[in-house]
């Protein structure tokens, strides 16, 4: 019964017609056609792949280049890199000017800044003397007076624009360690102007402000001072890192009394 089926299934009109179609289509794919042989020029209606009258393939092939068109090729392939080598050649020189010419400015715009900043800092940082009220060894009353002394100098920065203020007030205390700790004679100081606070509850946690330098004669009851301008933390560019001015320590000869403060630049 299932034969019947299969039969009746596979014998129905629309299979037929499909399997004609089918073979209509395998029929005209491999009938012959009409070609023209590219060697002998003839026509023929054929499915084979070589001409019946001269025996040349139908399908073209790509002709091979013989060794006289391969040597031109090579040839001009080498007049090509022979000529970007001689324009290269011929450019570098301009090129290597122009590199060197933009490295010079850039050299003269370094020395330029240099020469500016570390006059500015010569000058942020020179000597200022004063003296005292009082004479003799009364240390308490000359550091209060050197205090005074380098407000009134933060202040009229201030009021010149080469600081911020506004300023508070000036605290100093001697030196710990070098030549400068504090003898009968004469002592160190590291000071600060006070421009603002950080309260720390109801007690001074610290102070903002900017460094001094100074140097008390117990003795004549005199005193010297300068600011500095210690080097700062943090990345900068290569010409303002040179020309950062790192202050050091005034050296014994300078005390007249007095600190000079070097400026070096690295």
């Given at each position: 019964?299932?034969?019947?089926?299969?039969?009746?299934?596979?014998?129905?009109?629309?299979?037929?017609?499909?399997?004609?179609?089918?073979?209509?289509?395998?029929?005209?794919?491999?009938?012959?056609?009409?070609?023209?042989?590219?060697?002998?020029?003839?026509?023929?209606?054929?499915?084979?792949?070589?001409?019946?009258?001269?025996?040349?393939?139908?399908?073209?092939?790509?002709?091979?280049?013989?060794?006289?068109?391969?040597?031109?090729?090579?040839?001009?392939?080498?007049?090509?890199?022979?000529?970007?080598?001689?324009?290269?050649?011929?450019?570098?020189?301009?090129?290597?000017?122009?590199r060197k010419s933009a490295a010079e400015k850039q050299a003269?715009?370094?020395?330029?800044?240099?020469?500016?900043?570390?006059?500015?800092?010569?000058?942020?940082?020179?000597?200022?003397?004063?003296?005292?009220?009082?004479?003799?060894?009364?240390?308490?009353?000359?550091?209060?007076?050197?205090?005074?002394?380098?407000?009134?100098?933060?202040?009229a920065r201030v009021a010149a624009r080469t600081l911020r203020?506004?300023?508070?007030?000036?605290?100093?205390?001697?030196?710990?360690?070098?030549?400068?700790?504090?003898?009968?004679?004469?002592?160190?100081?590291?000071?600060?102007a006070v421009s603002s606070q950080i309260s720390k509850g109801?007690?001074?946690?610290?102070?903002?402000?900017?460094?001094?330098?100074?140097?008390?004669?117990?003795?004549?009851?005199?005193?010297?001072?300068?600011?500095?301008?210690?080097?700062?933390?943090?990345?900068?560019?290569?010409?303002?890192?040179?020309?950062?001015?790192?202050?050091?320590?005034?050296?014994?000869?300078?005390?007249?009394?007095?600190?000079?403060?070097?400026?070096?630049?690295?």
């Open positions: 019964m299932a034969d019947r089926q299969q039969e009746g299934w596979d014998a129905s009109p629309e299979w037929a017609a499909a399997r004609e179609r089918t073979r209509a289509e395998v029929q005209a794919a491999f009938a012959p056609k009409p070609q023209t042989c590219p060697s002998c020029g003839r026509q023929e209606a054929t499915s084979a792949r070589n001409c019946p009258h001269c025996g040349a393939s139908y399908v073209v092939t790509q002709p091979k280049l013989s060794k006289r068109a391969k040597l031109w090729i090579a040839t001009g392939f080498a007049v090509v890199l022979i000529a970007a080598g001689a324009g290269y050649l011929l450019a570098s020189p301009s090129i290597n000017h122009l003269e715009r370094n020395a330029a800044f240099l020469k500016r900043e570390t006059a500015r800092l010569k000058a942020d940082q020179r000597l200022h003397r004063g003296r005292g009220t009082t004479s003799g060894e009364q240390r308490p009353a000359l550091e209060t007076d050197l205090q005074t002394a380098i407000t009134a100098d933060a202040r203020g506004p300023i508070q007030s000036t605290q100093c205390k001697p030196v710990t360690r070098g030549p400068y700790v504090p003898t009968r004679l004469r002592g160190g100081y590291e000071c600060i109801v007690e001074v946690g610290g102070l903002i402000g900017y460094p001094f330098w100074a140097i008390v004669d117990y003795r004549d009851g005199t005193f010297a001072w300068c600011k500095i301008n210690p080097r700062g933390g943090g990345r900068r560019d290569p010409a303002t890192r040179e020309a950062r001015a790192r202050p050091v320590p005034p050296s014994r000869a300078a005390f007249g009394p007095g600190c000079r403060p070097r400026v070096v630049v690295r």
